[in-house]
């Protein structure tokens, strides 16, 4: 991998573990972190961050220890409360909840409630009028979605997506909510 690469994921990694601590309980979405730090969406880039950060977690669930020595080598203070702090608040938090943006979000929302009220799923234009978002913003997010687990691509005719083996635990935890806030000076973040 590039060291460019590397770097970036580092960078990212850094601001969502400060917001993560902040009193206030910021649930910063890996693409929030990378928009403060002035980067564009990049789905790569945030599937790569978010696999880093759940493997972090499992590993600090494991051995504390090993996540005080990770914070150091990014130079962050460590701190034993905020250590237990964020085990404490990230055991709600599926990796779709940090990796997933708001539009991603919403396009599954759409799917599940097409699927709960019909049975049956929609389709891309159906999603794209339910998420009020255009035909080319809602082919990335189907995308992602089938990523993170929730969907599965179907092969052959005609080829799309159907709702995933156990995309129920999508709605556990924080699951597909968000409540974004922006304050004046642009910053973005979630609150549960």
Do not use: C
Request: proline share 5%.
């Amino acid at each position: 991998m590039p060291r460019r690469m590397e770097h970036l994921e580092a960078q990212v990694i850094t601001q969502l573990l400060t917001e993560w601590q902040q009193p206030q309980q910021h649930l910063t979405t890996v693409g929030q972190a990378m928009a403060a730090l002035g980067l564009a969406d990049d789905q790569e880039l945030r599937w790569r961050v978010g696999q880093k950060v759940r493997r972090l977690w499992r590993r600090a669930v494991q051995d504390p220890g090993r996540y005080a020595r990770f914070r150091m080598a990014l130079g962050l203070a460590v701190d034993e409360a905020r250590t237990a702090r964020f085990l404490q608040q990230t055991r709600a938090w599926s990796p779709a909840s940090y990796i997933l943006n708001e539009e991603e979000k919403l396009v599954a929302r759409a799917i599940l409630l097409s699927w709960e009220r019909d049975r049956r799923l929609p389709s891309v234009e159906e999603i794209a009028q339910a998420a009020e978002q255009t035909l080319a913003q809602v082919t990335p997010s189907l995308e992602m979605l089938a990523r993170v687990g929730f969907l599965a691509s179907m092969q052959g005719p005609p080829a799309g997506y159907r709702l995933a083996r156990g995309y129920r635990r999508f709605l556990q935890g924080l699951g597909l909510s968000f409540h974004t806030v922006t304050l004046a000076s642009g910053k973005r973040f979630n609150v549960p």
